[in-house]
């Protein structure tokens, strides 16, 4: 839709505005309502007396800075809307009495050796397993030459890469039915010829600490296989090869994607009994089922592939159906969850068991911070292994291991991986490296079986959120805090008690900040929203500034759920409370919502503000409309939210209107939004109150043309919305003359001639403005 057809372009002259400019009037009367509000970062100071003119000089700053401790808005903005997404993607999430519900599929993929430390023998079933469905790696042919030649190989690979299953498929040719795990928990010294079998292959799984694997060691170990024609593999954790000589040491990748698939599903044909022959077409045609790889997550490795290959066969099978089978996806996820949590620590020494502590602390981090940079991932980590630690022995003064790696294998075994990335600085960013869940359904999926699994852990969790929600920087405070309202959406009791009730009506802004964010969280539960809506309309109603300071940041957010009248009409009352004295924070939220899709019930009230005949009202109407001025295109928080059409999104995506007045690029997109967004414009503009303030918006509106010409023809029709009659007009020429001519930052020539050309609405105002592009 052009600017014409939004009702406010070059051929209608505007709307009718009120005779005798009755905005400037009342604006005037406005002037004489007395006290301005307190300060609005922190309501609980003792109010003190400002004029009108005081609030309108505040209203283009941010009231919630001095609260955040940064500027950096839009950071913390797109770290709410990441988390948001995570939240989505972990699917329904139940902790109802201590644990954590899921479905009921419970599909295992047999034949599994992962994590797998045992004594004697390897069952002849589980070898017979692997040879039928191995799915061969790309360094096979290295390993087992080196395993032929030297009958003993050091493989290195991260966990997760199947380096257990080549070691067994291997061995089972070179020993057949004459496989053994071999212990060696005390290094190779314990390895005696004595103790080697001729003929027999060995699979040795040097554990989390690893053991020394010096050169004289493997040719000792080496001779003595030879000479019993037995062969070893020896399967070292990461970061503990350092001493293992080259001619022993091979590297070790998992099979390219599809493939473990593949093999998996070939086997199932040789197995008559399991799916009759006339359904193997059907198989092949659901191992490319896109609707099924999606169970597996966006990264998928050879164990999730044989889990997938296992369902597909249950489901052609007839075992189980489609929906099923597609409801099954929670179970892959949450047995891997079950794993991590068998092996955490039990007793009050945990500082005996660091790395396990470690290993906890680390995964549940990234499951807060998923997406974050990875310095901020680690240390919020030993940020919460101390928690851990003083929780289990008060008197423990612990300390910090200083050369943690952030290794593969660490990755691996967390599924987690690194990736390039940035940070968020203001309008601009900066690289980085970013740290994620191979799978983002897991975090959410992962802190729920935490809460509900281990109360004892709620305690010192929450603490640890609390202490992480009052940093500076944005992608720690914001998903703490959300982190905290997504706790308290499933253990209500406990949490707003223990921590968002306190600081609600506490006197540090930040504190009040966290608990307004963790509350819009868990807002959005429906098993909690009803509660928190009483909450927040208490505290709206009420007389306790803090608390009517908290829930209109609460409120600002939005939580798709709650009506936006009747929350508009809560903030209204906030904001002419004791004559205005949270007007700014309450005009900070209104303009937050219109960013997030309220666009006509955002102008509707607006309209009736601004009307009103009370002075406190018609004030919070102008803010609010400067606020809005403010607003630029990359501030919306999620632009597919936006009750727009798919063409009107994806414009709105292209970087080059990041820097767009919102306020101009949305009323491209509705000529009912346009038509009240001009109207609402050219009441500020004409107020002796706000005019002067409007004026430098809109200065700043073509200043940002003239860096992005695109922004001409829009910006030029809703200018030309804003002419009622000559003042109107020569008032917008005079900003443009007065730009034009600023000594400092003067107005490019040509922005200014197409400007003016679009004021004027010349007969060649078109042809300006296009030669202006």
């Known amino acids: 839709m052009t600017a014409d057809d939004a009702g406010y372009g070059g051929g209608g002259g505007g709307p009718a505005k009120p005779a005798g400019g009755g905005a400037a009037g009342a604006g005037g009367g406005g002037g004489g309502g007395g006290g301005g509000p307190a300060n609005a970062a922190d309501p609980s100071a003792q109010n003190v007396d400002s004029s009108p003119e005081d609030m309108i000089g505040a209203a283009r700053s941010d009231p919630l800075s001095d609260a955040r401790a940064t500027p950096d808005e839009i950071a913390a903005s797109h770290a709410y809307e990441s988390f948001q997404r995570g939240v989505s993607a972990a699917g329904p999430v139940g902790v109802i ?44 042919a290295e390993i087992r030459s080196t395993l032929r030649e030297r009958h003993v190989v050091v493989i290195r690979g991260v966990q997760g890469s199947g380096r257990s299953t080549t070691a067994l498929k291997l061995l089972s040719e070179f020993a057949p ?98 799916v009759e022959p006339e359904a193997h077409a059907t198989l092949t045609e659901l191992s490319r089922d896109r609707e099924l790889w999606a169970l597996l997550g966006s990264d998928p490795g050879p164990a999730e592939e044989a889990w997938l290959a296992e369902l597909i066969t249950r489901l052609v099978a007839g075992e189980c159906d489609r929906q099923s089978a597609l409801g099954a996806w929670s179970e892959l996820i949450d047995q891997r969850i079950g794993e991590w949590l068998t092996d955490l620590p039990q007793g009050v020494d945990l500082h005996r068991h660091r790395a396990a502590v470690g290993e906890f602390a680390f995964r549940l981090s990234l499951a807060v911070l998923n997406g ?47 990736r390039d990335g940035a940070i968020t600085v203001g309008d601009s960013s900066a690289p980085t490296r970013l740290l994620n869940y191979r799978d983002d359904r897991l975090p959410v999926r992962l ?30 405070w914001m998903r703490a805090a959300l982190a905290i309202g ?179 690029a949305v009323a491209q997109y509705g000529a009912s939004v346009g038509r009240k967004l001009v109207e609402c414009v050219w009441q500020a503009l004409s ?22 010409p695109e922004l001409l023809l829009p910006l030029g029709g809703f200018l030309r919305g804003l002419i009622d009659d000559e003042d109107d007009e020569a008032r917008l020429l005079d900003l443009v003359d007065m730009l034009a001519a600023d000594p400092d930052e003067p107005l490019p020539l040509r922005t200014a001639h197409a400007v003016r050309a679009a004021v004027r609405q010349s007969a060649t105002s078109q042809n300006q403005i296009a030669a202006a592009l």
Request: aromatic share 6%.
């Open 97 to 140: 009495g201590g644990a954590t519900i899921s479905g009921g599929l419970h599909i295992h993929a047999a034949g599994s050796v992962r994590g797998t430390r045992a004594f004697g023998p390897v069952r002849t079933d589980l070898l017979a397993e692997i040879i039928s469905w191995y799915a061969a790696a790309p360094h096979d």
């Open 177 to 274: 039915g004459q496989v053994e795990w071999l212990t060696v928990d005390s290094g190779l010294d314990d390895v005696t010829d004595a103790r080697i079998k001729p003929g027999h292959g060995y699979l040795g799984d040097l554990g989390s600490t690893g053991r020394s694997l010096g050169e004289a060691d493997l040719d000792r170990l080496s001779e003595d296989l030879r000479q019993r024609e037995a062969y070893c593999v020896l399967l070292p954790p990461a970061g503990e090869t350092g001493n293992c000589p080259a001619v022993y040491l091979r590297e070790h990748a998992a099979p390219s994607q599809g493939t473990v698939l593949d093999q998996r599903i070939e086997a199932v044909r040789s197995q008559p009994r399991r």
């Open 372 to 418: 974050s940079p990875a310095n901020l991932v680690a240390e919020a980590g030993e940020r919460l292994a101390w928690e851990l630690y003083t929780t289990a022995n008060p008197r423990l003064t612990p300390g910090r291991n200083v050369f943690t790696q952030l290794d593969d294998d660490r990755m691996a075994r967390s599924r987690a991986t690194l």
């Open 447 to 476: 802190l729920a079986a935490v809460w509900g699994s281990r109360p004892n852990l709620r305690r010192p969790i929450l603490h640890w959120l609390q202490d992480l929600s009052q940093d500076r920087r944005p992608d720690v």
């Open 486 to 664: 997504l706790v308290t959406s499933w253990d209500f009791a406990y949490c707003y008690h223990e921590a968002i009730e306190a600081w609600a009506g506490s006197e540090s802004a930040k504190q009040r900040l966290v608990a307004a964010a963790a509350l819009n969280q868990a807002a959005r539960d429906e098993s909690t929203g009803a509660a928190v809506a009483t909450v927040l309309r208490t505290w709206a109603r009420g007389d306790k500034p803090e608390l009517m300071w908290t829930a209109t940041v609460a409120f600002g957010y939005g939580d798709g759920a709650s009506d936006l009248s009747t929350v508009l009409r809560l903030l209204r009352r906030v904001g002419v409370w004791e004559e205005g004295r949270l007007a700014l924070i309450v005009s900070k939220s209104v303009s937050d919502l219109f960013a997030r899709g309220g666009f006509e019930q955002v102008l509707e009230a607006l309209d009736g503000w601004i009307d009103d005949p009370r002075a406190d009202e018609h004030i919070l109407g102008l803010l609010t409309v400067l606020r809005l001025g403010d607003l630029r295109v990359r501030q919306i928080p999620s632009i597919d939210d936006l009750p727009l059409g798919g063409q009107a999104k994806a414009a709105l995506a292209d970087p080059v209107r990041a820097d767009w007045p919102l306020i101009v």
């Open 687 to 708: 107020s002796s109150l706000v005019g002067s303030a409007m004026r430098d918006e809109i200065g700043d509106w073509i200043r940002a043309a003239d860096k992005s």
